[in-house]
């Protein structure tokens, strides 16, 4: 019974510095794992909370148990951070934090296509021919340009004709002609 009267006691025995330091430090650390940046938060969050805890120490009252007290204020504030961290996760996998940098939705370049990435949808359409046995991939060379490619289906034997089907980033599809 001693146990839940302390905790009645946390809270009524409270001073303002206490309050304002807990809650500060709690908004900051929740800032930081929502928004994670140079830490900055989440270490002047930290450093609030347990400016808190120590606080609480100082300004105790005569009926209150500091070790009972300093247990409920790390148990609830451990729960609130975890709570807070579980909410982050599900909401960023659900969509609701669509800026958040934890899950990418798009990118800033087209898909399959990046600064490294040659440019081959010129390639679209062309005929040549396979330059290596393409079982599927291998090597084609269309207006004496030679690139490696994808046979569309079946195995292309060197020196068949081929025609370039499609063409996704640096994949190139080909296919056999007559």
């Given amino acids: ?3 839940f009267l302390q ?17 500060v430090g ?11 940046g140079f830490g900055v ?8 909370l347990i ?3 120590v606080l609480r120490v100082i300004f ?13 204020l790390l148990f609830l504030i451990s729960l609130i951070i975890i709570g807070g961290f ?9 969509g609701w934090l669509s800026r958040s940098p934890f899950i990418e939705k798009s990118t800033a370049v087209s898909p399959g296509i990046s600064e490294g990435t040659k440019d081959y949808t010129y390639l679209k359409d062309k005929i040549g021919y396979a330059a290596t046995d393409l079982k599927p991939t291998g090597k084609i060379n269309i207006d004496g340009v030679v690139e490696d490619a994808y046979a569309e289906g079946f195995f292309i034997k060197k020196g068949e004709g081929i025609k370039v089907v499609d063409v996704k980033g640096g994949k190139i599809t080909v296919r056999r002609i007559e």
Avoid: H
Avoid at 41 to 47: A, D, M
Avoid at 86 to 94: G, L, R
């Fill in 86 to 94: 579980i909410i982050m996760v599900k909401s960023s996998k659900m």
């Fill in 7 to 23: 905790i009645g006691y946390l809270f009524t025995n409270m001073t303002w510095p206490v309050i304002v330091c807990l809650i």
């Fill in 1 to 3: 019974m001693d146990f």
């Fill in 41 to 48: 938060f989440g270490t002047v969050g930290l450093l609030l």
């Fill in 60 to 72: 105790r009252q005569e009926e209150d148990n500091v070790l009972a007290q300093i247990f409920i």
């Fill in 51 to 53: 400016l808190g805890v």
């Fill in 26 to 36: 709690l908004v900051f650390v929740m800032i930081e794992i929502f928004q994670p």
